[in-house]
């Protein structure tokens, strides 16, 4: 726990002039109000207001007032100054309050706060270890993004080939003097695409890990001329990002997701938790690949997952079960992407992994071959369906899911699927340079 006089000090030592006051909106995309470090004692007093009406999916304008209410524990130093200035600025990730001083019911931290808060009254804690991709692109002559690849590199290439090192050699550096405690960082399988993976530690801290980490891959990379993106599948052909969650359950200090007794080593809480999953994938889905975009990530061909099993071995599934156990004993799931808002994502696995373990759901038997070279009486024998095939197919899925709609609360809830939906519509009536290459001179 970090109080505030450690706040106060660590403010004077680093030479802190500004603070960002950040939160996520509906979309999980990063906001923030910056403040002078005079105006800190009254923000960690909870007394600062901003307007919600501005925010994706927050109020109407007619109850606008809210209040920032700022987590000590999400407290630290940038590290980077301003231009022609010595002086630093921090941050602090803000709970949201209502003009009432109740908890913002439409506030994704809250959402996740609140499934972590059922899970604990359960005995459990909820532990996430993420895996979030992303590409680099050179930028064009005016600054703007391109999609452009700086290497022509593939899984776990070296330097020369892999010519985006340097860059995400300085983003690890920076995460660790953020706090981060960095597991792995490496060249993934398409070009320019990058993968850094951090420690689990609780769920709440994890979500706020992942805004923070992708603002810091965006900053670096710019430093570096480049432009870093967490679009799932920005280019055709090949490889799309995805955010692998490494799940675990924690029960008085002890992973409850292991069972030296059984032959897999996994206990049935754990088997239940994936039961629950699976039985709420399709739906899920909305939340962990919320974009159009998203789906041209999961189609065959790319390791992505498209179908709906687990297994403790392949890499088709939604689900796998890594090979170490005891205190690493986890379940991967492997269908979310990184521009899914983290505090929904993990609120909504949570909230369908509890409700297989309250009900002893049981999961269909474990597929340990390749799902993929299977044709379509084979999965249906054994029983395995598909996640949707695109953003419309998975808000229709999420509509009819009463456990995602309690999960989020009726205001996320409506809100979401509106802008959904508002999104599928502006996509849909697009026309596209495919439809002109393919129509235009047959018909």
Known sequence: MVNREKIFEKVKEENVKFIRLQFTDILGVMKSISITVEQLE????????FDGSSIEGFVRIEESDMYL???PDTFLVLPWNHPNSESKTARLICDIYDSTNKPFIGSPRYVLQKALQEAADCGYTMYVGPEPEFFMFH??????PTVKTHDKAGYFDLPPVDKGEDARRDMVETLQSMGFEIEAAHHEVAPGQHEIDFKYKDALTIADSIVTFRIVVRTVAQHHGL??????KPVYGIAGSGMHLHVSLFKNGENIFYDAEKEDGLSDTCRHFIAGVIEHARAISAITSPTVNSYKRLVPGYEAPVYIAW???NRSPLIRIPARREIGTRIELRNPDPSCNPYLGLAVVLKAGLEGIKNGIEPPHP????IYEMDLATRNLNQIKSLPENLYEAINEMRNDELIKEALGEHIYSRFILAKIRE????SSRVYDWELNEYLEKF
């Not at 009254?42 to 207001?49: N, R």
């Not at 930028?139 to 703007?144: A, F, K, P, Q, V």
Request: no cysteine; hydrophobic share 30%.
């Open 69 to 71: 209410k700022p987590d």
């Open 424 to 427: 599928w519509e502006n996509y």
């Open 311 to 313: 297994s403790y071995r």
């Open 42 to 49: 009254k923000a960690l007093d909870g007394e600062l207001m």
């Open 227 to 232: 432009h870093a993106t967490f679009m799932p």
């Open 367 to 370: 597929i340990d071959q390749n």
């Open 139 to 144: 930028l064009d002559e005016n600054g703007l």
